[in-house]
């Protein structure tokens, strides 16, 4: 299994555990690392090194600029902060 299809396999297993989760706290944390990973992978699959940083707009940032041009940057930066609030927050 390559790197990509990992990380994959991660970000579906968090999901996978959110969407089960018994605590709101719990889902949250859970679907905000699907959604680190995912992009992860992302990186990994335009073959660069995603950042050992679990802040989703620097990481949707360093993904997506990059490989569109920013076209998605004003779109999704606020939405990617608002989820990077349960990384730590809840745990």
Known sequence: MDKVEAWLRYADEDLLAAHSARFPRNAACHAQQAAERALQALIFRLGGEPARIHA???LLL?????????????????????????????R
Do not use: C, K, W, Y
């Open 62 to 90: 360093d993904t997506l600029d990059g490989a569109i041009g920013g076209r998605l940057r004003s779109a999704h930066e606020n939405a990617a902060a608002e989820l990077t609030l349960f990384a730590v927050t809840p």
């Open 56 to 58: 989703l707009p620097q």
